[in-house]
C-alpha cells in the first residue's frame, strides 16, 4: 500500500506537466490557425497620407471574405504611411492591376477592415510573386460631412426664411393684381356683348344690301352684255351706211368744184390728182 502510495505520488509531477505541454501545444496550434503561420502569403504595398482607421491586424476582404490582415504600418520622412498588407497565397490571382483598397466597416460602428477590389487574373495574366502596390482611395472625413451638411442646413433655412418674406409681401400684391385682372376682363367681356347686340342687326342689315347690290350689278352686266349683242350687227351697217354716204358726198363736192372752176388757180394741181380709191364697201352710181 505504501509502494502504490509512493508511485502516485511520483506520477503527478508527469502528470501535471504533460497536461500544461497538452495545453500549450493546444494554445499553440490555435494561434498558428489563426496567424497562418506556415502559410504562404502574398505581399501588398498601399501608400497614403492618412492612415486614419488603420491598424496592424486588421482583416482584409476581397467580396466581403476575409483574406489576409493588415502586418504594419509606417510613418515616412515625407509625412505619408506605407500599409504593408499579407494576403493568402491562394487568392493572390483576384488581385489585379485594377485592383484598388478602401476602408469599409460593419455598419455605422462596427469593425473596420481593409476592402480589396478583386480583378481576377486567369493563369496567362498571373502576375509574378512578390509583393505588390495598389492604390488605396482614401475614406471621407465624417466631421468634413457633417460640418458641410450643417452649412448646407444654415443656407437652406435662410433660403427658406427669405423666400417666406418675400411670399408673404408679393403673393398679396399678385393676387390683387389679378383680381383687378378679372374684373377688367368681365367688364371688357360685358361691354364687347352689348356692342355686338347692338351692331349685330344694322350689320346683318349691310351685309343684306351688299348681297342685293351685288346681284343688282350682276344683272345689269348681264342685261348690257345681252344687249350689246343684239345691237351689234344693226350698229356695224350703220357705220357701213355712214362711210359709203360720206364717200358719195366728197365726189358730189369735187364735181360742183370742177363745174363751177373755183379751183382753176390749182388746176395743174387738182387735174392732176387722182381720184380717190373706192373702198370694196362702195357702189357705184347708176
Not at 23 to 51: D, F, M, S
Not at 57 to 67: A, D, M, N
Not at 210 to 219: D, I, L, Y
Amino acid at each position: 500500500m505504501n509502494t502504490n502510495t509512493t508511485s502516485e505520488q511520483q506520477a503527478r509531477p508527469w502528470l501535471f506537466l504533460g497536461s500544461g505541454l497538452l495545453l500549450i501545444g493546444a494554445v499553440l496550434l490555435g494561434l498558428a490557425q489563426e496567424q497562418r503561420w506556415g502559410e504562404r502569403t502574398l505581399g501588398v504595398h498601399l501608400i497614403t497620407r492618412n492612415a486614419a482607421g488603420l491598424r496592424a491586424g486588421q482583416e482584409v476582404r476581397i467580396s466581403g471574405l476575409p483574406v489576409g490582415k493588415v502586418k504594419a504600418l509606417a510613418l515616412q520622412p515625407d509625412a505619408s504611411v506605407t500599409v504593408e498588407l499579407q494576403v493568402a497565397q491562394r487568392y493572390a490571382d483576384l488581385i489585379g492591376p485594377r485592383s484598388v483598397a478602401s476602408q469599409g466597416q460593419e455598419g455605422f460602428v462596427g469593425d473596420q477592415f481593409v476592402v480589396i477590389s478583386p480583378d481576377p487574373q486567369g493563369p496567362s495574366k498571373r502576375g509574378k510573386a512578390g509583393k505588390r502596390s495598389l492604390p488605396y482611395e482614401e475614406p471621407i472625413a465624417i466631421s468634413s460631412v457633417i460640418n458641410q451638411l450643417a452649412q448646407t442646413q444654415l443656407l437652406l433655412q435662410a433660403t427658406l426664411r427669405n423666400t417666406a418674406a418675400l411670399t408673404a409681401e408679393d403673393i398679396p400684391r399678385v393676387m390683387g393684381d389679378m383680381r383687378r385682372t378679372l374684373q377688367d376682363a368681365g367688364r371688357l367681356a360685358t361691354t364687347l356683348d352689348r356692342e355686338t347686340a347692338s351692331t349685330a342687326p344694322q350689320l346683318r342689315h349691310t351685309f343684306q344690301q351688299v348681297e342685293r347690290t351685288g346681284s343688282s350689278a350682276a344683272q345689269t352686266a348681264t342685261e348690257a352684255q345681252r344687249l350689246f349683242a343684239g345691237s351689234r350687227p344693226a350698229l356695224i351697217s350703220t357705220l357701213e351706211e355712214l362711210q359709203r354716204v360720206s364717200t358719195l358726198s366728197r365726189r358730189l363736192l369735187e364735181g360742183l368744184i370742177g363745174l363751177t372752176g373755183i379751183g382753176a388757180g390749182s388746176g395743174s394741181s387738182s387735174s392732176s390728182a387722182q381720184p380717190p380709191a373706192i373702198t370694196p364697201t362702195e357702189q357705184p352710181t347708176p
